[in-house]
Structures are given as structure tokens and as C-alpha cells.
């Protein structure tokens, strides 16, 4: 039986666009990487509602990955050891665990997210739980969670 080229040429589209490109600089994920110049992680912290909505590049090493999807990176600036998420669409773009201590560069829009007093006990809770599933104790303390969270909703990274 034979295969119509179009079928052929649709299926090579497809697994074009799932897999990542692996560029002269890096790893291609999703859209890459288009913004020439990176934003400081420090200055997305400390003036967050500046960035709200634009869309942003931040360099630095990776130093979080979700472990189970792959959905998230942290980047973390090597030289103050603040960092930001980067959170994908889920099965859009899937970071390997394997990324881990790599140098990165990602781009998206940055967003500024208010908390309720729900989402923030669901957190503590989710944080909690992830915490006993590493061994330690349930009830142990983890670190205060703020009223707003700081995430770049991501279009695409390179990972060196």
C-alpha cells in the first residue's frame, strides 16, 4: 500500500513542529527565542507591574523543572540567585528534566498574578504534599506565600 505524499509531507509537519530543533546555539523549544535583548530577572521582581502584560526575554540557568510534564522551567540569574518560572502550555512545549543546571534563555508575556486566600491554600497544600513525597513531613513549614506570583507565560526557550 502506498502512502499519498501529502499524507507524508502533513506527518513530517506534524513531527517537525512536536520535536525541538536543535540550533547552532541550543535546544529550540516552541517558538525559540526572537527578543534581542534579555530583561534582567532582578528588575522583573522588583518592578513587576511595569512588565505586566509585555512580552519579556530573561537569560540565566536552569534550576527547576517540572518533573512531571515537563510544562515548567525556573530560570535563575547565576549572579543575585533570583529567578522566575516559566510556564508552558502543557504538551505544547515539554522541557526535559535533563535541562537542569543548563544555561537558558526563554521568552513570553509576563504576568502579574493576585492571589485569593483559596488559591493560596491550595498552594500551601500542593507545596505540602510534593514536600512529604521527597521524604520529609507533611506538616513541615514551607515558605510564606505572597499575595501575587510573578510567571512568563512561555512561547518558546533555548536551552544551551
Partial sequence: ????????????????????????????????????????????????????????????????????????????????????????????IVFPLESMGHPASAQGTFRVIHLTAEQKQKIAEHRAKEHAAEGGHEACESEPIGDTVVVIQGTGAIIR
Wanted: charged share 25%; hydrophobic share 40%.
Fill in 1 to 92: 500500500m502506498r502512502t499519498h505524499p501529502i499524507a507524508t509531507l502533513l506527518t513530517l509537519a506534524i513531527v517537525a513542529l512536536a520535536v525541538p530543533v536543535l540550533a547552532a546555539d541550543g535546544t529550540v523549544y516552541g517558538d525559540g527565542v526572537t527578543l534581542e535583548k534579555a530583561t534582567p530577572i532582578t528588575e522583573l521582581l522588583e518592578n513587576p507591574a511595569a512588565y505586566d502584560g509585555k512580552t519579556i526575554r530573561v537569560d540565566g540557568v536552569i534550576t527547576g523543572v517540572c518533573k512531571k510534564r515537563g510544562c515548567w522551567v525556573q530560570i535563575t540569574d547565576p549572579d543575585t540567585g533570583k529567578g522566575v518560572r516559566i510556564k508552558v502550555e502543557d504538551g505544547v
